[in-house]
T-cell receptor, first 111, second 118 residues
């Protein structure tokens, strides 16, 4: 049974570019949440998708957007990249209110 | 607003020692969940425990134990007879259940880097 998978593993972009990160949830899970983890910090909640809709959002600007597909997989898009967007982006999946299980993350470097 | 404080940035102990990681939380809600996650160098957060705010019973799982005290808003984590493999960053987190289905986003502390020396 595959866990939460994220792609790509690593990514290097330059300021002003756009990036798309992908997440496949654990089998049987219907909810996907995205987190940003800066170096040496705890993960910060970006947003959560359930039934293909953004149902909750953390304190992140509109440059951060997402999508959930009918198969429950999800994408995180970041526009107009800033140096400060460099971080580990973690995806977590869950079945409604149950426990969130995390993927290994995508390491984004913005130069 | 929710907040989780892990005052210990880094702890270093020798193998076989017991170690306690502290977690203090703030929330205005009466119903909430508390969590501990482990993050090894690989980066993936590994779930350890979830505790409901209505259940203050302490829990033990092998060498791990958790002490939940609502009176002091604390949810501390103790590792007994620590091992080198326990070395990782440990995060305490808080969330609230939502109506209509779906899990709430987690609010994490900054983490405690635990180093177990052989």
């Amino acid at each position: 049974d595959a866990g939460v998978t994220q792609s790509p593993t690593h990514l290097i972009k330059t300021r002003g570019q756009q990036v798309t990160l992908r997440c496949s949830p654990k089998s049987g899970h219907d909810t996907v949440s995205w987190y940003q983890q800066a170096l040496g910090q705890g993960p910060q909640f970006i947003f959560q998708y359930y039934e293909e809709e953004e149902r909750q959002r953390g304190n992140f600007p509109d440059r951060f957007s997402g999508h959930q597909f009918p198969n429950y997989s999800s994408e995180l898009n970041v526009n107009a990249l800033l140096l400060g967007d460099s971080a580990l982006y973690l995806c977590a999946s869950s079945l409604r209110q149950n426990i969130q299980y995390f993927g290994a993350g995508t390491r984004l470097s913005v130069l | 607003a929710q907040k989780v404080t892990q005052a210990q940035t880094e702890i270093s102990v020798v193998e076989k020692e017991d170690v306690t990681l502290d977690c203090v939380y703030e929330t205005r809600d009466t119903t909430y969940y508390l969590f501990w996650y482990k993050q090894p160098p690989s980066g993936e957060l590994v779930f350890l425990i979830r505790r409901n705010s209505f259940d203050e019973q302490n829990e033990i799982s092998g060498r791990y134990s958790w002490n939940f005290q609502k009176s002091t808003s604390s949810f501390n984590f103790t590792i007994t007879a620590s091992q080198v493999v326990d070395s990782a960053v440990y995060f305490c987190a808080l969330s609230e259940p939502t109506s209509g289905g779906g899990a709430d986003g987690l609010t994490f502390g900054k983490g405690t880097h635990l180093i177990i020396q052989p």
